[in-house]
């Protein structure tokens, strides 16, 4: 089974359990590679971001 076979099952795994973007989902499968627990993490960060709303850069004092 080649890296792209295994990769579809993996990236509508990480799209389900986090709802972060299929596109999403195989960038970071190509970036991180094959631990899960840190595709977790970096989906989790991109899904809370998702629904932050950007304020602006941060105000020096």
Request: hydrophobic share 40%; net charge negative; charged share 20%.
């Amino acid at each position: 089974m080649s890296d792209e076979n295994q990769t579809i099952p993996l990236v509508q795994k990480l799209v389900q359990e986090t709802g972060i973007t299929e596109t999403q989902a195989h960038e970071l499968a190509l970036l991180i590679g094959w631990n899960w627990n840190s595709r977790m993490r970096e989906a989790k960060l991109i899904q809370a971001g998702a629904g932050a709303e950007f304020a602006g850069p941060p105000v020096e004092d």
